[in-house]
């Protein structure tokens, strides 16, 4: 029996510990008193099987294992009506778990044994009262900053953190403690050696047997040299984000050059040599010439794709109505033989960027108008609901539609499910719309049923949604 597990098994307080798969791995002296079952009767087996009546504590488990430290009432089921609160806190892959008979005392009693299972635990630990006040820091906690407790109880321990954050901090902890709800911040607080460390601070409401509100209980890990390696990540990303980008303009400089080429000569060709060619050789040409045009509205369609993931959101109030009947102008300016029916009502609002909902809605409108082609009567129609939480547009048309089995691939990139043949793309404007709609914290789906149209639905934020 290793030093920890003689101090363990000296406790009146009952204890034990859980591996991962929820089995017993240690079992003291006075767990066998409490419930009347030996350590060799439940060394190895599954707790929740061996005790169903706890089974509702495997959400606390899960919660420590999580890194909280959790404190919550317990009724091992003795014979007589006692109360008992158990402490779950996770010990590198086990958990332990520490269960106090508190029939005659009070729950939130910090006395010698908690205090010693406290102070040999790898992470700072405090305690406050029901006035937010801290009236207890472990060892391990005492040994980073190197002030004694009389510092940093009450407020005290405040004095060290990083100025930066000190607003932060105090909102979170006391907006969570007039909620009685849980939280975790990360702040900076400063060492012994006067370096200020990145701390993740987890802290959750106390309540005693009988509902009553107790305080918190919290735990701090230090997070700075995972927050550095992020930090590097994200500078990492940003310098070859910023070197695609470059690459993604040269490149397309470059390429629209030759194509321009290949685009005008082969026009030139036709006009020029055109009586020499026969049927096929006219034909060859104007694929060639396709395929060139088709190339540069690939081109165009991808840079404006990956400039859409960069730049602030300036969210303001749109007006819908009025950017649907542009888009719907450029439309029948293109094809002025066509004739679509829109329908869309005056006075919709919605609260976005107004260039990016420009753009979105310039490629759902050219998607219904392009799957229409083949439709007598074509109709398209645009309408908005108002939800507590979101705002829902919807563009319904008549068209061609879709086999809802392909649903998921409208919204990636490259992905059609027609050919080109059929009704011309690069497949590029849906991904656009996606990741426009991803940009707003908002959602993006499709409805549809072949030869019966097809309706997109776009949900942002709600400006009243919490």
Not at 376 to 402: H, Q, S, Y
Request: hydrophobic share 45%; aromatic share 10%; charged share 25%.
């Amino acid at each position: 029996m290793t030093a920890a597990e003689r101090i363990l098994e000296a406790l009146t307080d009952g204890v034990f510990t859980l591996d991962p798969e929820g089995r017993v791995t240690f079992w003291n002296a006075s767990m066998e008193r409490l419930v009347g079952v030996t350590r060799d009767a439940i060394i190895g087996e599954p707790l929740f099987a061996k005790f169903p009546s706890w089974s509702g504590e495997a959400e606390q488990v899960e919660r420590a294992r999580a890194g909280a430290v959790v404190v919550s009432p317990m009724f091992p089921g003795a014979a007589e009506a006692r109360r008992y609160v158990a402490t779950y806190e996770a010990l590198e892959a086990d958990v332990m778990v520490v269960i106090r008979d508190v029939t005659t005392t009070q729950e939130s009693e910090v006395d010698a044994r908690f205090q010693l299972m406290a102070d040999t635990s790898p992470v700072l630990l405090w305690i406050a009262g029901t006035d937010g006040l801290c009236t207890f820091f472990n060892q391990r906690w005492l040994e980073f900053t190197g002030r004694p407790l009389e510092r940093e109880l009450g407020n005290g321990w405040a004095e060290g953190v990083h100025p930066e954050d000190f607003s932060r901090a105090m909102d979170t902890y006391l907006d969570a403690f007039v909620a009685r709800a849980s939280f975790r911040m990360e702040y900076r607080l400063r060492r012994a050696d006067g370096a200020y460390r990145w701390l993740l601070d987890t802290g959750v409401p106390r309540f005693l047997s009988r509902g009553e509100f107790a305080g918190y209980i919290g735990s701090c890990i230090d997070i700075t040299d995972s927050r550095l390696a992020r930090d590097d990540l994200d500078r990492l990303v940003r310098e070859r984000t910023a070197e695609l980008e470059s690459f993604a303009y040269s490149v397309s400089h470059d390429l629209r050059a030759p194509l321009r080429g290949i685009d005008g000569f082969s026009h030139a060709l036709l006009e020029e040599y055109g009586d020499k060619l026969d049927n096929t050789g006219r034909a060859y040409l104007d694929r060639v010439r396709d395929a060139a045009q088709r190339m540069a509205r690939l081109i165009d369609d991808l840079l404006q794709l990956s400039r859409i993931s960069r730049g602030e959101l300036r969210a303001t109030r749109c007006d819908l109505t009025e950017l649907a009947h542009a888009a719907f102008r450029t439309l029948r300016e293109r094809e002025p033989g066509r004739v679509v029916e829109l329908l869309v009502a005056d006075g919709l609002f919605v609260t976005a960027d107004a260039q990016l909902l420009e753009i979105a809605l310039d490629n759902i409108l050219g998607n219904a108008w392009k799957f229409t082609a083949n439709t007598p009567n074509a109709r398209i129609e645009i309408l908005t609901e108002l939800f507590d939480a979101e705002i829902v547009i919807k563009v319904r048309d008549n068209g061609a539609g879709f086999d809802m089995a392909y649903a998921a691939k409208l919204f990636l990139p490259f992905q059609r499910l027609h050919t080109a043949s059929e009704f011309p793309g690069t497949g590029i404007g849906l991904a656009t719309v996606a990741r426009i709609v991803r940009r707003h914290d908002g959602r993006v789906w499709a409805t549809g049923e072949v030869d019966s149209g097809a309706t997109f639905h776009i949900a942002l934020p709600s400006p009243r949604a919490p």
